[in-house]
């Protein structure tokens, strides 16, 4: 009988792996040299952590600088107004929601006609004892340990009679005498968005000259500069947008005479039988635009916010006041404004002031701005998406990181195999399949993230906002997109991997 050795082939074995070994060491050692997959896996997933980086930052507000010239305008990021002039689809809804048609009371003294531009005209429909007022003492309770706002700006406002020269159209027409607070307007700091050169000069009564490109910054960085100078002294800046057409606004020098009507503190309401004359020197005009309309085939216009009230100082305000009864500190008022420190959150805070304050109408500037264009008396808000949309993102950018790592798995076969062949377990094959994923998808959200964030970043310290509050945002968007997308790559990818794992040696190498 013939003897079987088994000696040289047991050395044949070991010398295939042997060379396996060398042949994966060497796949491995050339991996930098066609790393094209790799790179183009690392740009795709920082471009998904640059998509959710963006939607996680305003995805419950609007960014610092947007809608910032109106916000200024208004007085606040978030607008609170008296009565139901708004209604969300929830709202409208409830079963016991009854309402009702009426005038809308003229002696209001808000901006709610500046983005509902036929309220004074029509009337609204409003539910049963509306509040006529908003009170100052609740709203800051139910703001109370919201670290988000920074201030309560009121609305100063007074109606008056003015009698503006040209067309008997703009005689008696009734206006609102409003004052700014000088010390809240200064924290919107909207010098820093107007250009620093322009050939449209401005001149204010104190005789300093600003310079500016765009007229809705110029017009708003003028009225702040003079009544900086002019506080307390009878000065007035007009919106001329808001006149009737072919009326002209009393020129720059020229004296404006305001009639204001006595407040009946007994009756609570303004007796117009009985006018104070209240001159004022007009130092400015002023035109808002907040939003463009198309024009023809080609050209948008601008379209201005419709507002007639007539802008002075916060202490020429109140001395006027003083004269017609008024309360200089009043605590109710038609209008407050929120100023947020943090306007990401607007929209969330927003909604919490929705259910704690359901009397008042309670608006964002965004929402205001999707609302200016409909030259209605009264709306309703469009159902609220921001959820939808950005659950939407999330998926988009958990199929990014599940088609990322598919590929990346895809491209590992050979490598996966030869592991295998030299006695590399299931369970071994996933883990480094998985810690190579994750090891991508933090070194691609770090740079996605930062890539947006870092502007941000600069930009709110530009705007003094507290270095506590800009990392507080900072690391929650970062965390938030760093766990969804490490989330993502080790859920999306642990199938692949596993069904990478499990497949035979001798089939990888026939496919290849």
Known sequence: MRKTTLGPPCRCLIKLGEECSLVYQTRVSQRPHKSRADTNGFFVTAAAALILTVSLSTSSGFLYGQHLLLRYYLGGDITILPGKLVFTQ????????????ADYPEPWQNEAPGFLSRLPYDGWLTTAGYAEAVDLARVAEAVQGQAA????????GIPGIVEFPGRGGAAGRLITLRGRALDIDEYWQIEKYAPSSSEELFTIMTGAVVSTQDFTPNDMLNMLQAFRALDGQPVCIINTAALPQGVPAPDVGEELTVYVPKFDRVAQEYDFA????????????MSVA?????FGAEARLPYYWLSDAVHVPLDTWQQIAAQVGIDPEPQQVGQLGLVLNDTTLATELEHTLRQVLPEYTVLTAAEMMTLVNRATSQAGLPLDMDSAFHLLIILITGLIVATNAFLLIMQRRKEIAILKSIGASHWNIVTLILAELVALSLAASCVGWLFYR????????????PWPEIWRQTLTVGGQVTGVLVLGAVIFGLIPAVHAARTPVMEVLRDA
Do not use: C, D, K
């Open 90 to 101: 929830e709202e409208l809804n409830r079963e016991n929601l009854a309402l009702s048609w």
């Open 149 to 156: 706002v920074e201030f309560l700006y009121p609305y100063y």
């Open 274 to 285: 009985h006018l104070t004359p209240v001159s004022l020197q007009v130092v400015g005009h």
């Open 290 to 294: 907040v939003s463009t309309y198309e």
């Open 454 to 465: 870092l502007p941000m970043v600069i930009s709110l310290a530009m705007f003094a906002v």
